[in-house]
C-alpha cells in the first residue's frame, strides 16, 4: 500500500523518537548496563534528563550541545543518530509503503543503525543484539510473509556461509560478529540479501581506497569496522533490493 505524505512524515517523526532509544542502547550495550534503569542521565555529572530536554534533535540545538546541569558538551552523535533513524524510517515508509510489511522492516532497520553506532565505537556487534535480530525476523516472518520464511532461511544460511569463508580466507577485514549479522539479515531480506552485501562490499572498499589514498602504506593497518557497511547494505536492501533484482534480471538475464 502506497505510503500517503502524512504517513511519511509520522514515521520520520516515529524514527527519531526509536533513535533517542537506539542512543541508549548503542552507549549501554556493550558496557553491560541496563536499558531501563537508570533513566536518562548526564555522563558526566549523573543529572537526569528532564523530559523537556529529552525532545529529539531540538533539545541538543536548543542546549547548544551541552548539558544544562554541568554544561559539559554532548556528543553531536546523539542528535545524528535521532536524525538518520528520522529520514530511514520515512524514507522506508514512502518506498515500501505503509503496511504489514513494516513490522519487519522498521525494527530491522533500526538494529542495523545501533549495531553500526555500537561497531564504530567498540568494534564489536554485540551478540546480545544480533541473536535476538536474527530470532525476531524469523518470528516475525512467521506471522507476516509466512510464504517467504524458506526463502529467506535459505538467505540468512547463505550470507552466513559467504561471510564465513571470507573471514577464512582474510580474517583481518572481518569478524565472526560480521558473520553473524550478514546471516541474519539475509533472515529479513532473503533474495535482496545479494544487493545488500554488494553495497556493503562496494561501500567498504571505496572507504579502505580512500583511506589508503590519504594515509600510504600506514593505512593498511587501519581497521575498518565492515559492520557499519553491513548496515547500509541492509537499508539499500530494504529500500531497493527488489528493484536492484528487478533491473538485474532485465537487463542481464532477459
Same mark, same amino acid.
Given at each position: 500500500?502506497?505510503?500517503?505524505?502524512?504517513?511519511?512524515?509520522?514515521?520520520?517523526?516515529?524514527?527519531?523518537?526509536?533513535?533517542?532509544?537506539?542512543?541508549?542502547?548503542?552507549?549501554?550495550?556493550? %558496557?553491560?548496563?541496563?536499558?531501563?534503569?537508570?533513566?536518562? !542521565?548526564?555522563? !558526566?555529572?549523573?543529572?537526569?534528563?528532564?523530559?523537556?530536554?529529552? $525532545?529529539? /534533535?531540538?533539545?541538543?540545538?536548543?542546549?547548544?550541545?551541552?548539558?544544562?546541569?554541568?554544561?559539559?558538551?554532548?556528543?553531536?552523535?546523539?542528535?545524528?543518530?535521532?536524525?538518520?533513524?528520522?529520514?530511514?524510517?520515512?524514507?522506508? $515508509?514512502?518506498?515500501?509503503?505503509?503496511?504489514?510489511?513494516?513490522? %519487519?522492516?522498521?525494527?530491522?532497520?533500526?538494529?542495523?543503525?545501533?549495531?553500526?553506532?555500537?561497531?564504530?565505537? !567498540?568494534?564489536?556487534?554485540?551478540?546480545?543484539? $544480533?541473536?535476538?535480530?536474527?530470532?525476531?525476523?524469523?518470528?516475525?516472518?512467521?506471522?507476516?510473509?509466512?510464504?517467504?520464511? &524458506?526463502?529467506?532461511?535459505? &538467505?540468512?544460511?547463505?550470507?552466513?556461509?559467504?561471510?564465513? %569463508? &571470507?573471514?577464512?580466507?582474510?580474517?583481518?577485514?572481518?569478524?565472526?560478529?560480521?558473520?553473524?549479522?550478514?546471516? &541474519?539479515?539475509?533472515?529479513?531480506?532473503?533474495?535482496?540479501?545479494?544487493?545488500?552485501?554488494?553495497?556493503?562490499?562496494?561501500?567498504?572498499?571505496?572507504?579502505?581506497? $580512500?583511506?589508503?589514498?590519504?594515509?600510504?602504506?600506514?593505512?593498511?593497518?587501519?581497521?575498518?569496522?565492515?559492520?557499519?557497511?553491513?548496515? %547500509?547494505?541492509?537499508? /539499500?536492501?530494504?529500500?531497493?533490493?527488489?528493484?536492484?533484482?528487478?533491473?538485474?534480471?532485465?537487463?542481464?538475464?532477459?
Amino acid at each position: 500500500m502506497e505510503a500517503s505524505a502524512g504517513e511519511v512524515v509520522v514515521s520520520g517523526l516515529f524514527g527519531a523518537v526509536i533513535g533517542s532509544f537506539l542512543n541508549v542502547v548503542a552507549h549501554r550495550v556493550p %558496557l553491560g548496563e541496563s536499558l531501563v534503569s537508570p533513566g536518562s !542521565h548526564c555522563p !558526566h555529572c549523573d543529572a537526569p534528563v528532564k523530559p523537556y530536554d529529552n $525532545v529529539p /534533535v531540538v533539545s541538543w540545538l536548543v542546549l547548544r550541545g551541552r548539558c544544562r546541569n554541568c554544561g559539559v558538551p554532548i556528543s553531536p552523535r546523539y542528535p545524528l543518530v535521532e536524525l538518520l533513524t528520522a529520514i530511514v524510517f520515512a524514507a522506508v $515508509v514512502a518506498a515500501r509503503g505503509f503496511d504489514d510489511d513494516l513490522v %519487519l522492516e522498521l525494527p530491522f532497520v533500526a538494529l542495523l543503525i545501533a549495531l553500526a553506532a555500537i561497531d564504530l565505537d !567498540h568494534r564489536i556487534l554485540p551478540n546480545k543484539i $544480533v541473536y535476538p535480530m536474527a530470532a525476531y525476523g524469523v518470528i516475525a516472518t512467521l506471522l507476516v510473509d509466512r510464504g517467504d520464511l &524458506a526463502e529467506n532461511l535459505i &538467505a540468512g544460511a547463505g550470507a552466513f556461509a559467504f561471510l564465513l %569463508l &571470507a573471514v577464512i580466507a582474510y580474517p583481518r577485514g572481518m569478524g565472526m560478529g560480521d558473520v553473524k549479522l550478514a546471516g &541474519a539479515m539475509g533472515l529479513y531480506l532473503g533474495l535482496s540479501i545479494i544487493p545488500a552485501l554488494l553495497a556493503a562490499f562496494l561501500s567498504g572498499s571505496v572507504v579502505g581506497v $580512500v583511506i589508503l589514498a590519504r594515509e600510504g602504506a600506514a593505512g593498511r593497518k587501519k581497521a575498518v569496522p565492515f559492520g557499519v557497511f553491513l548496515a %547500509l547494505g541492509g537499508i /539499500v536492501g530494504v529500500l531497493a533490493g527488489p528493484e536492484l533484482i528487478d533491473a538485474y534480471r532485465t537487463n542481464f538475464l532477459e
